[in-house]
Every structure is written in C-alpha cells, then in structure tokens.
Nanobody
Framework: VQLQASGGGLVQPGGSLRLSCAAS????????VGWFRQAPGKEREFVAA????????YYANSVKGRFTISRHNTKNTVYLQMNNLKPEDTAVYYC?????????????????WGQGTLVTVSS
C-alpha cells in the first residue's frame, strides 16, 4: 500500500494550495481518508477527514472554514484545498486512511500513513 501526497510548496500568507493524495495497492472507495500535519518541534495533529462516500467531513477547529477536503473515487485520489493560509499552517502534511470517519473523531490511529509533503507559509 502506498499513499503519495503531493502539492506542497512555499506560499505567502493568505495564499492557497491544493494537496493531493493518490493511492496504489489500496482502493480508497472503501475507506475514510484524512490529513494530519506535523510542524517543526510540535506533535502531529489531525487536520481533516472525509467519509468513504464523500458525504461527510470532519475538520480540526484550526482549519474549519479555510480548508476543504474532497475526494474523486474514480481517480482513487483525495484532495485538501487550503485557502487563506497562515504561517501557523506550516508543516509536513500526511494523508492517512482509516476504516470510518468516526475513527478520526475517536482519535483512533489510522491504518495507513503516506509520505508527507511540506507546506511552508511565509512572506
């Protein structure tokens, strides 16, 4: 199983980025997919998750209203649209897979982790 995150980069405060998570060896249709991030010197934290159907989403309070998670099951890909980025959003972002959306709200460890993509928000 491989989860490939991409789309990170350097952006100015207030800017936008879209991260992608593509899976191989795993059909994302059957899973709730999420994003975590880890900033330098800080613990890893949950960002957002989406149910297998795409009908339900769950966000950390720190990104609610600015980030949008979506999925394209035919492409086996999940996206994280990040708008109005702030310096405190700087982190390595990881896509993850869990069985259900409630796994994220229940703070269960995801089943699979991908490699990260670095997002740097700086002027």
């Amino acid at each position: 199983v491989q989860l490939q995150a991409s789309g990170g980069g350097l952006v100015q405060p207030g800017g936008s980025l879209r991260l992608s998570c593509a899976a191989s060896g795993l059909t994302l249709d059957y899973y709730a997919v999420g994003w975590f991030r880890q900033a330098p010197g800080k613990e890893r934290e949950f960002v957002a998750a989406i149910s297998w159907s795409g009908a339900n989403t769950y966000y950390a309070n720190s990104v609610k209203g600015r980030f949008t998670i979506s999925r394209h099951n035919t492409k086996n890909t999940v996206y994280l649209q990040m708008n109005n980025l702030k310096p405190e959003d700087t982190a390595v972002y990881y896509c993850v897979v869990a069985d259900t959306l409630s796994d994220y709200s229940d703070h269960e460890d995801p089943d699979y982790w991908g490699q990260g993509t670095l997002v740097t928000v700086s002027s």
